[in-house]
C-alpha cells in the first residue's frame, strides 16, 4: 500500500543525466502536491484516494475504535471485581439500613417498656392513695361512733343554758344546778362527720400513658391532701382523748369530795337490759397510733358511760330551774316562828308558787304526802344511802315507789307546813343524816366547768 498524488511521471532513460540534476526540485513539488491534492490509496493494483478530512476522520476513528477496545477490554477483565465491590458495597448500605432500623426498633421497644412501667408504676401507687383513703374514710366512720363529736371532726362543747332549760333537746328535762350544770348525757344526734372529706380521685382514661411530670404531680397533690385529712383526724382523736381523760377527773373528783364509794355506787347503779356473750376487745399486732389512740378512747368511753351511770344517782344538780336565789342556808339559824337558835337540815330556793320542783337524781319514791313540818313532802332514795327530800309543796305528783329519772317533775313549789311563803325545802341526806346540800350542788358546778 502507497500513498500517491497527481499523476504518475513517465520515465525517460535517455535522458536521466538531465532528470537527475532536477529530481530533488521535483520531488519537493510533488510532495506539496500530494498534500495539498490528498492521500492515496494502493491496494493490489488499485487506488483509493482521500482527501485530508476524510484521512483524518478515518484516523481518529480508528483510534477511538482502538481506545473503546481497550477499554472494553478492561471492563470485562475487571468486571467481576467492580461487580463484587459494588454488590458488596450495597450488601454494606443494607446492613447498615437494618442494624438502623433494629436500633430505632429497640429504641421504641425502651420507651414503650419505659411507658408501661410508668404507667405500672402510676397505678401501683394510684392503688395505694386508694386502699389510704379507704382506710381514712374507715377511721372517720369510726369517729362518727364517739359522743359529743360534731361534723367538724372536733369536740364542741353543747350549750349550758339549752342543756339545762330545754327539755325537748335531750328528750328528758333536766335540771341545772348553780351555774347551770349540764348533765353528762350525750344528745341524740350525735352522730360525727369527718370535717374534711377524702379529696376525690379519678382514675386515668385506660390505656392511656400520663406523663411522668404529670403523674407525679397527681400523687403528690393526692399525698398531700390526704396527709393532711389524717392529721386532722389524728388531732381529733387527741382532742377527744384529752376531753375523755379530764371528764373522768372531774367526774372521779366529785365521788371524791362528795366521800362517797365509786364502786358502791356502781353496784347499787341499776343496769338496762342488755346482755349478750363476752368477747374480750383486742388490739391487732400491726395497729397504727391511730388505731391505738382509738382503742383507748373506746376504753375511756367505757369508763366515763360507767362513771355517768352512776353519777345519775348523785344528786348533784338543782331543784328548780332558773337563777338560784338562797333564802336560808344549810346550818344553824333563829327559827323563824320561835326566834330562836335552830338546826337548818336543808336549803331554802326562793320559788313562785306552782312552780315545778324536779328531782335532782334518779331514784324511787320512799315517802309521798304530809310528814308535819315539811308540809306536803316527798323524799326520794337514790340508793346507796342518799336521799333527797323536797317539802312545802303546794302539790305531789308522784306516790311511793315509784321510779323517778333526773328532771322528772315531782310536784310544785307552794307554803304548807312550818312555812312562812312560797318556797321549796330542799334536803340531802347520806345514811339518814342531813348534808350540806350546797356540797353537791358545788361538786356539780365543778363537774360542768370542764
Not at 364509794?261 to 341499776?270: G, I, N, Q, T
Request: hydrophobic fraction near 40%.
Amino acid at each position: 500500500m502507497s500513498y500517491r498524488s497527481g499523476h504518475a511521471e513517465p520515465h525517460h532513460h535517455h535522458d536521466h543525466g538531465r532528470q537527475s540534476a532536477r529530481q530533488p526540485v521535483r520531488r519537493a513539488s510533488a510532495a506539496a502536491q500530494r498534500a495539498q491534492s490528498g492521500y492515496t490509496l494502493v491496494h493490489a493494483g488499485k487506488q483509493v484516494r482521500f482527501g485530508p478530512v476524510a484521512f483524518w476522520i478515518v484516523i481518529g476513528s480508528v483510534t477511538a475504535l482502538g481506545m473503546w477496545s481497550a477499554a472494553t477490554a478492561t471492563y470485562f477483565a475487571f468486571r467481576d471485581d467492580v461487580l463484587t465491590r459494588l454488590i458488596a458495597r450495597q450488601a454494606e448500605m443494607q446492613y447498615a439500613y437494618e442494624d438502623r432500623i433494629a436500633e430505632l426498633r429497640a429504641k421504641v421497644d425502651r420507651t414503650t417498656s419505659r411507658q408501661l412501667l410508668d404507667q405500672e408504676q402510676f397505678d401501683q401507687k394510684l392503688e395505694q392513695v386508694m386502699r389510704r383513703q379507704t382506710t381514712l374514710e374507715s377511721r372517720a366512720t369510726a369517729l362518727g361512733a364517739i359522743p359529743d363529736m360534731q361534723a367538724t371532726g372536733s369536740i364542741r362543747a353543747p350549750s349550758r343554758g339549752a342543756a339545762a332549760t330545754d327539755p325537748a333537746a335531750s328528750g328528758v328535762p333536766k335540771p341545772s344546778p348553780i351555774s347551770n350544770t349540764a348533765v353528762f348525757v350525750a344528745p341524740p344526734d350525735r352522730e360525727a362527720r369527718l370535717e374534711s372529706r377524702a379529696p376525690i380521685i379519678v382514675t386515668p382514661p385506660p390505656n392511656k400513658f400520663a406523663k411522668i411530670q404529670g403523674v407525679d404531680n397527681v400523687i403528690v397533690r393526692l399525698q398531700t391532701s390526704l396527709d393532711q385529712v389524717e392529721r386532722r383526724q389524728l388531732a381529733t382523736l387527741s382532742s377527744v382523748e384529752d376531753g375523755m381523760e379530764s371528764r373522768m377527773r372531774r367526774m372521779r373528783g366529785v365521788f371524791s369530795d362528795l366521800g362517797l364509794d365509786v364502786a358502791e355506787l356502781e353496784a347499787a347503779a341499776p343496769r338496762a337490759a342488755i346482755g349478750g356473750p363476752y368477747v374480750p376487745v383486742k388490739l391487732p399486732a400491726d395497729a397504727g397510733p391511730f388505731e391505738r389512740q382509738l382503742y383507748r378512747i373506746n376504753v375511756s368511753r367505757a369508763q366515763v358511760e360507767r362513771l355517768n351511770r352512776t353519777l345519775a344517782l348523785v344528786p348533784y344538780r338543782k331543784p328548780v330551774i332558773g337563777e338560784v336565789e338562797f333564802t336560808s342556808g344549810f346550818g344553824v339559824r333563829s327559827d323563824p316562828f320561835l326566834g330562836r337558835p335552830a338546826m337548818h337540815t336543808g336549803l331554802d330556793f326562793r320559788a313562785a308558787t306552782g312552780d315545778p320542783v324536779r328531782a335532782t337524781a334518779n331514784g324511787k319514791v320512799a315517802s309521798s304526802g304530809w310528814a308535819g313540818g315539811y308540809g306536803r313532802m316527798v323524799e326520794i332514795d337514790h340508793g346507796n344511802g342518799l336521799s333527797t327530800r323536797y317539802g312545802h309543796l303546794s302539790e305531789i305528783n308522784v306516790k311511793v315507789g315509784d321510779p323517778i329519772k333526773i328532771g322528772q317533775v315531782i310536784g310544785s313549789v307552794g307554803s304548807t307546813g312550818r312555812s312562812t311563803g312560797p318556797h321549796l325545802h330542799y334536803e340531802t341526806r347520806i345514811d339518814g343524816e342531813a348534808v350540806d346540800p350546797q356540797k353537791f350542788l358545788r361538786a356539780g358546778v365543778r363537774l360542768s366547768a370542764g
